[in-house]
């Protein structure tokens, strides 16, 4: 499947960090303009340097307040760093599963692109503007049980607003989705936890910033064929882009391929935890892109390297509430970047694992629970937003961004709250440290 940018929530994304800069630019220069005015007030006063009697500046008066004036301004004016730019929206799905061409504008009211968008916002859709394109992954998300029950009180974009900044400024955004959207289906025999939710929800997780979601898990089909067809259709209606199912193996081993700043990214997903046979995708039966044996997925990344400049794989493995990976994770990580994977992006253990890097590529073995339930305990609670800034060469930079979620709502952290989980991040990883500020750098 390809996407570009051309959905309309990207563009209201780029209309509010637009309204930002325009309210940064405005208030730099009412600034500017009172401390001129001062300035021209002062000159004019007695004493001043339009005074009769005033005389010419000498070094020493002009040092008496020219640094502490100086610094005084600079305190003044606001810091302004490089922001991540907004978030590239799925393109909507064909019929024949690729996904519509187009850059990422205002939808018109019939469903189709405007066929003339605004200079400002045709560079803004990344026709070259960066170098780089930012990329943000959140673990697993579950929008039915005790988090629907939240939502249903508080509202459907409840879960994230206290995340929504860092959702939504990236260029793109990609989630493991852990539920059928479904309200048929037969329920799954002889599973502990067996899941289903409404599409009603869908929207909010759009708007939220979220693109992209991974299917390849061990509840897509917890509904059955029926309930995973209908995700499909529901996530496509929503214009969200899906990964890792499909109705056949083909589809379900396609990457979906999003282009933002004039980099393309494809993201694959594959699980390693199926619970039966007949969850697995093939010729002739939906299901889930599976990597028990890697090469189907080793194939699936070598020609999606041939479309696209950067390859991130989204894994379902590991050990439920393990913080430490298996050997074969591990294995598979690098089996993963030896065939041209650039990201190996970790869900499953509902626990946070910690971060390796391959021969300069980045491994995140579990981004643990993002929004999957509304009381969770220990270390189920501890999550985050991972950002990765990467160039074209596949080089990325990774900051990981702390929370914790309760009531069904992950808050970023601060203080020590946040030093104790980035430490707990560095000690539980592979030859790299997790500084304070959460850049994640090898030892």
């Known amino acids: 499947m390809y996407a570009s940018r051309s959905e309309a929530h990207q563009h209201e994304k780029r209309r509010r960090k637009k309204r930002f800069r325009l309210l940064l630019t405005v208030n730099l220069m009412i600034v500017g303009l009172i401390v001129v005015a001062i300035a021209v007030w002062a000159s004019l006063q007695d004493g001043g340097i339009f005074h009769k009697d005033s005389k010419p500046q000498t070094e020493e008066s002009a040092n008496a307040g020219g640094p502490a004036a100086n610094n005084a301004a600079a305190e003044d004016e606001p810091e302004i760093s490089a922001a991540p730019d907004e978030s590239a929206a799925p393109g ?11 850059t990422k504008e205002e939808d018109s009211p019939s469903g189709q692109n405007d066929p003339s968008p605004s200079p400002d916002d045709s560079v803004s859709a990344g026709a070259g503007t960066s170098d780089t394109v930012s990329l943000a992954f959140v673990g697993d998300i579950l929008l039915a049980e005790s988090v629907g029950d939240m939502m249903k009180q508080y509202g459907d974009a409840y879960p994230y607003k206290e995340a929504l900044f860092h959702l939504s400024e990236p260029d793109l955004t990609a989630a493991n989705l852990e539920y059928p959207v479904t309200k048929r289906g037969i329920p799954a025999e002889d ?11 869908l929207p909010a997780l759009k708007d939220s910033g979220i693109d992209i979601v991974s299917l390849a898990n061990n509840h897509t089909l917890d509904q059955g064929v029926e309930g995973l067809l209908d995700t499909m259709t529901h996530l496509d209606k929503a214009g969200i882009n899906h990964m890792g199912a499909g109705n056949n193996d083909t589809e379900a081993f396609a990457p979906v391929i999003k282009e ?19 969850w697995k995708a093939d ?3 939906a299901g889930v892109a599976e990597t028990y044996d890697t090469t189907r997925t080793k194939a699936a990344i070598k020609k999606a390297k041939k479309q696209a400049d950067l390859v991130v794989v989204m894994v379902h493995w590991g050990i439920e509430k393990s913080e430490t990976p298996e050997q074969y994770q591990r294995d598979f990580a690098r089996e993963y970047i030896d ?3 650039d990201l190996i992006i970790g869900s499953h253990p509902h626990v946070l694992q910690g971060f390796e890097q391959y021969k300069g590529k980045w491994i995140a073995y579990s981004l643990g629970n993002f929004i999957f339930s509304a009381y969770p305990k220990g270390a189920t609670a501890d999550t985050g937003v991972l950002n990765a800034v990467c160039a074209k060469s596949g080089d990325c930079d990774l900051t ?9 709502q992950p808050k970023p952290v601060e203080g020590e709250q946040a030093k104790t989980l980035l430490q707990h991040l560095s000690a539980i990883s592979f030859g790299v440290k997790v500084r304070e500020n959460g850049t994640v750098l090898p030892k």
């Open 400 to 408: 990981f961004d702390p929370m914790n979620n309760n009531l069904a």
């Open 339 to 341: 065939s041209g994977a």
């Open 191 to 201: 599973k502990q936890f067996v899941f289903k939710g409404d599409a009603g929800a």
């Open 92 to 102: 909507e799905e064909n019929t024949d599963g690729t996904a519509s061409e187009g």
């Open 283 to 285: 010729k002739n039966r």
């Open 260 to 278: 933002a700043n004039g980099i393309k990214v494809a993201y694959i997903g594959v699980s390693r935890v199926v619970p039966t046979g007949e």
